[in-house]
Each structure stands twice: as structure tokens, then as C-alpha cells.
């Protein structure tokens, strides 16, 4: 029998690691840059060591050709593990955004002794029936549709799609910045050397899929402190989404970003952060 090699998980750090560390995941196909470094320079400035990393697929890690990803979203969890191993941390803080926040509510489920206190920003519950909540917005339907058309191995069309992308899940209450957002896109997609391979994000299947444990339902037995920071204009997952996380877990917080989309904008760095960190301090 061949072992499978483990995947390589490419990551940086920011602030003193004498602090209490925080773990950063990122969402589909986006790459440890989503979490900008001037924002995790925030974190780290209010006491906290602050880790982000590149999922597999995208950025630095290890990618796989594009189709048929050899891995579960529960590998993708315990990446999230590997990656506290690797620094010597036996356990952090852990916010994740989008499919990340699922990831961060699965690592928080499969290894509770790990995670000290949980935030999930734009994210919606995992395990638990979703379907009486309003859906993604036509309109992000529409765009989305159109990533069928897209050469992902073409960077012009790529990089024009993800700007597109950007400003079809901003927010209402800032405008969109199309020049600094498509430099950003291009700086993203030359250092992953493409997003061919971040495509198989959407392929994932759950570990129970593929004969792993069932963590269906089994929300309500998180016991790790859980904030939720959810926009109100989010279009992926309309806001009811985070409210609904939330009162899944016993003594979870809700903070609202009025006007705020599917984005960490920087105009609302200072409430996310500030909430991330009293959370954090609260335990």
C-alpha cells in the first residue's frame, strides 16, 4: 500500500509568537493573500501571534490537477492541524472566512482540544438543514454562471473574472476600488503560478463521502467560544446565514456589518478586528 504524501502547506506569520496565536483559513480558491497583510498586521498589533496560509490548491501549497481533487474537506481541516504542528502550537484561536469559516467550524468539532476560541466571518453552518434561508442573490447567480465560460488557464480571462467576482460580492455601504482590486487579482495569480487547480475547491466531497466520520448534525456539540461576523449585504450568504450559526451554538455572539458584503473591506477592518480580539481575550 502507498501512503499518500502529505501535501505541502505554505504559511507566514506575523507579531511576537510569545502572543496567543491566531489561526487564519481562507475561502474557496483564494489563496493567503485574501487575508491581507495589512489586516493581519492589525491583529498581530493588538497581542495576538497571527498565522495564515495558503489551502491546498491555491497559492504556495501543493496543487492537484484540476477535476478530481484526492482530498476532502476534512483533509482541508486537518491541514489547519498540520499547520499549528509545524509552529509548535498546541492550540489558537481560529477564524476562517466563507469556506473557510466551515473549515474553522470542522476543525473546532474534529479537534475541540485545539482551538481555543472560534470566529466565523461570511460564513454559514455546516451540518445542519440551511434550506429554509434565503439563497445567493440572483445576481451573484448570474456572475457566477459566467465562471463556465472562463479558460482558467487563460490569466486575462481569469484575472478579468475575479475582479468581476470582487465586485459582485462587495458590500453597499463602500465603493469598489476596480484599479487596487485587479493589481491585487494579478499579484494573487502569479504567485499561485495560476487558479486552474483551486477550481477543484468546488468538487470537494466530505470525508463521510468517502467512508471517513459522519459530522452531519452534529453542530450543536461545539463547545468552543464562537463569534460570528456576518455582512448585511453579504450575497453569497445573505446575513440570516451567520444569525442562523449563531443560534445553532450555545452562547454565541453576532456581529453585523451593516452595508457589508462577502469581503473584508478595510473601512470595516477596525470592528472586525476589535471583535476578533475581545472575543480572543475573553478566554
Known sequence: MIKEVEPEIASQTFGDPVHPPMLLIMGAMASMLWWPEAFCRKLAGKGLFVIRYDNRDTGRSTKYAPGEPPYTFDDMADDAIRVLDSYGIAKAHVAGMSMGGMIAQLVALKHPSRVISLTAISTSPIGIDTSHLPGTTDAYMKHSAEGAKVDWSNRDQVVDFIVKDAHAIAGTAHPFDEKLTRA???????????????????????????????WRSR???LKVPLLVIHGTADPIFPVEHGAALAEAVAGASLVRIEGGGHELHPDDWATIVDAIVTHSQAR
Open 184 to 214: 491585487f487579482v494579478e499579484q494573487d495569480y502569479d504567485r499561485s503560478g495560476g487558479l486552474l487547480s483551486a477550481t477543484n475547491h468546488f468538487l470537494l466531497k466530505s470525508g463521510e463521502d468517502r467512508g471517513g466520520e459522519d
Open 219 to 221: 453542530l450543536h456539540e
